[in-house]
């Protein structure tokens, strides 16, 4: 008999794995209780780091092309395609679901991902607007990435969840840094691998893991953080609200409870959320 | 035969305009403009329909900046006046936001008609009040507020027609705190959409000037608006806090400074209450040495002397390439020459008076700071009237980054100028501030005004222009200048919450 190659998770932060700064760990059980692996957790100071490599990445990402970038978004879902079982195993480890559960979330979690592929060049047809002033101007609203987004995801469908929030934010042109669920981290680790192949630049997603009542606070408050997408109770969403306004951060807050596999997610309004407007205006004249 | 020389530093330079100078030759006449305000002695509250007195008791003076007279007394709310603005809103929001579109958007029309009806009369009234020129409380305050009304009218049977693929669904109650720039449009830009969406309102004016608030509540009431759709409760910053912060409140938007939006926010955080924050600006307005020189020399003055340069948008750093700052520095000191500040009821002042004694001290421990920290003054000679709150139109040249009349908001007639080589340095000197409200690019080359517009953190870019606005034109900023746009489609939407079909 041979002993199984167990993986060292690490967490995915400018298209490199990386331990925590802080050397510390966290043991992640399955629902038996046994030991599967030694998680990172992660430290206020990966978080700064995880935000500069999204700031370096960000012009990058934002100049692309839409369809560019809906094509790379495309090849995530396929790297995903391809890994499904695995991603289905990684949710279904910690957890205590239902037969089926893992499997329906990681094809909601694929089509997801597609759904969004698609609005990369389609969302500023939804969104803006040209504006018909009284005068001779040309005047238009158009949308620009805010930059770094946080993201924090939910522990219910922590691969659904997670990119349900963080799939609005990339496809707009943003980057991101996110928190993974910290009951449920593995489907992360995981789909940092599949981050890593898909065509998507390093530092366009980081994915952090560790304690969220520790690291909630550094993301409201880190001023180059532009805006967060949370999944927060109504207390996390104070202190994401009262960090956030030392910076007058955008704070997107969702219920932690929600049907993460409605298709009211699929919208271009949030998309929306995570973009600036700006509106220009043009003389028209010789 | 040669090869013609076509560097700009070759062209035939034009014999330079000769400038008219009448020093103190002749003085101008008067023209003050003389249509009646019609300002009641005091003005109570105004909630569920009717004109209340506080149940504060409490009122307290307006001052006219125009020369520091007591114009009228208002009432200050207190929290007991804005619990019963919200109940009197909260019970009007259920008839209000089934009553159909159509129907609501009358009313929204009516208003429109009525204040155009009566635009001299409240254009006199805000002079009076604010101490703003009355040529821009005429030309401008109140026509665009009526413009608003009559605007946001529309929406209000086509909400359907907003975001495609949901369902707009107005949200109850909206708190709004707006500032004393631009009182009566910006209680237009509040409540036009607000209502427009199905929503009912309680309002708080500015602490000075209130007075065109209050005598809309006349025009209110000639509409016959639903009595408790639009309530009004004056006072100063504890009434105001009361407004934002109360558990009535679906919806908060504010306008005023950064500082205050901080605190809303804090205050907000966790409850769940849609919140949008207009706040200040540090708008950088950039001149490159290909721009029409004397078109751009109009419109860094407009952008920054319009309204006493109390705008949050104003275009308060300049920004010019340094092979032609020389030359737009002496135009502009040209062209400030023959601006007139002085009593803003003369119908030819361009600069009228400053908002408060307040304002006033601060525009000059800003403008102190600016001499202390080594950048050159320019200012016209001119003869302030002895009364009233005044300030002369300014320039600082040879500005640098770090300093404060560089990166604080001055709300004031008082330019910052600083130059640029090149095109990125020109992007990065006007994105490094904490604000991202407003920007203005000046030059003929079209390829540039794009990628420069685009490249600007700003909410408004204006092209070959300055401050220019419209009902149909979304406004609201980046960064630290808040979130949310007022004006278009995008500011319908601040008032709706999109479902699910």
């Known amino acids: 008999m041979s002993l199984k190659i167990t993986k060292t998770p690490k967490c995915y932060v400018g298209g490199a794995f990386i331990r925590s700064e802080s050397g510390r760990v966290a043991p992640m059980r399955d629902a038996g209780g046994g030991f599967v692996a030694n998680l990172p957790r992660c430290s206020r100071k990966d978080l700064r780091n995880a935000v500069e490599a999204a700031a370096g990445a960000g012009p990058g990402w934002a100049g692309r092309s839409g369809y560019n970038r809906g094509q790379i978004l495309y090849r995530l879902a396929e790297m995903m395609e391809s890994r499904a079982i695995e991603l289905a195993d990684s949710v279904a480890i910690t957890g205590e679901a239902e037969d089926g559960r893992a499997e329906r979330e990681v094809r909601a979690a694929i089509d997801r991902v597609v759904h969004f592929a698609g609005w990369t060049d389609k969302y500023e047809a939804v969104l803006g607007s040209v504006n018909p002033v009284a005068g001779r101007y040309f005047n238009f609203t158009v949308h620009e990435p805010m930059g770094v987004v946080g993201v924090i995801a939910p522990d219910d469908a922590p691969l659904l969840g997670l990119l349900t929030l963080l799939l609005p934010a990339i496809t707009g042109g943003n980057t991101v840094v996110a928190l993974a669920s910290e009951a449920a981290p593995y489907p992360a680790i995981l789909l940092g691998e599949m981050l890593a192949v898909s065509d998507i630049p390093g530092g366009v997603v980081n994915l952090l893991t560790g304690g969220r009542g520790e690291l909630l606070p550094a993301f409201a408050k880190h001023r180059h953080i532009r805006a967060l997408a949370a999944a927060a109770s109504a207390g996390e969403s104070a202190t994401l609200g009262q960090g956030a306004s030392e910076s007058v951060k955008r704070v997107v807050a969702r219920d932690p409870g929600a049907d993460w596999f409605s298709d009211r997610f699929d919208s271009p309004y949030a998309i929306g959320d995570l973009l600036e407007a700006k509106t220009v205006w043009h003389p028209v004249g010789a | ?501």
């Open chain 2, 1 to 501: 035969m040669p090869a013609k020389k076509t560097s700009a530093a070759s062209k035939p330079t034009a014999p330079p305009a000769r400038e008219l100078l009448f020093g103190d030759l002749w003085e101008y006449d008067p023209a003050p403009e003389s249509a009646p305000a019609f300002i009641d002695d005091r003005y109570p509250l105004f909630i569920g329909g009717e004109f209340t007195a506080p149940k504060s008791k409490r009122y307290f003076d307006s001052l006219s900046p125009r020369d520091e007279s007591r114009l009228t007394r208002i009432a200050d709310g207190g929290k007991a006046d804005v619990d019963a603005a919200y109940a009197a809103a909260t019970k009007a929001f259920p008839g209000w936001s089934a009553m159909p579109g159509a129907e609501r958007g009358k009313y929204l029309f009516r208003i429109a008609r009525l204040l155009q009806d009566r635009a001299r009369e409240f254009a006199v009234a805000e002079t009076l009040d604010g101490g703003k020129p009355i040529r821009e409380s005429r030309d401008f305050d109140v026509p665009m507020a009526a413009a608003h009304f009559f605007y946001h009218a529309g929406w209000a049977d086509k909400l359907a027609y907003l975001a495609p693929g949901r369902v707009p669904r107005p949200l109850g109650v909206a708190g709004q705190v707006i500032p004393w720039n631009f009182p009566l449009l910006m209680l237009a830009w509040k409540i036009a959409p607000a209502l427009a969406a199905g929503n009912t309102v309680v309002l708080k004016p500015a602490e000075t000037t209130s007075v065109t608030a209050m005598k809309f509540a006349t025009i209110l009431r000639d509409a016959e608006l639903p009595p408790g759709v639009v309530n009004l409760v004056s006072g100063g910053r504890e009434t105001g806090a009361a407004v934002v912060t109360h558990p009535g409140a679906a919806k908060v938007a504010f306008t005023g400074s950064t500082g205050v939006g901080k605190w809303i926010q804090h205050a907000l955080a966790g409850t769940g209450r849609r919140l949008t924050l207009e706040l200040g600006g540090k708008a950088a307005n950039i001149i490159f040495d290909d721009a029409p020189l004397d078109q751009a020399v109009e419109g860094v003055i407009n952008g920054i002397f319009f309204n006493q340069g109390h705008v949050c948008c104003a275009g308060s750093r300049l920004l010019v390439q340094e092979s032609v700052a020389e030359t737009v520095v002496r135009k502009l000191e040209i062209r400030m020459r023959s601006l007139r500040t002085g009593d803003p009821l003369d119908k030819n002042t361009d600069v009228g008076a400053i908002n408060s004694q307040g304002q006033l001290e601060k525009i000059r421990e800003l403008v102190r700071a600016g001499i202390d920290e080594g950048a050159r003054i320019h200012q016209p000679a001119c003869k302030l009237p002895e009364r009233g709150w005044y300030f002369p139109p300014t320039l600082f040249s040879g500005v640098t980054m770090s300093q404060r009349v560089a990166r604080e908001e001055i709300f004031g007639p008082v330019l910052s100028i600083l130059t640029f080589r090149t095109p990125a340095e020109a992007v990065e000197k006007a994105n490094n501030t904490a604000y991202g409200l407003s920007a203005g690019v000046w030059t003929d080359k079209g390829s540039r005004v794009f990628k420069i517009a685009s490249e600007l953190k700003a909410g408004v870019v204006w092209a070959n222009t300055y401050n220019k606005f419209d009902p149909a034109s979304p406004f609201g900023g980046y960064r630290e200048s808040g979130f949310g746009r007022e004006g278009g489609r995008k500011g319908m939407l601040e008032y709706l919450s999109l479902e699910a079909p």
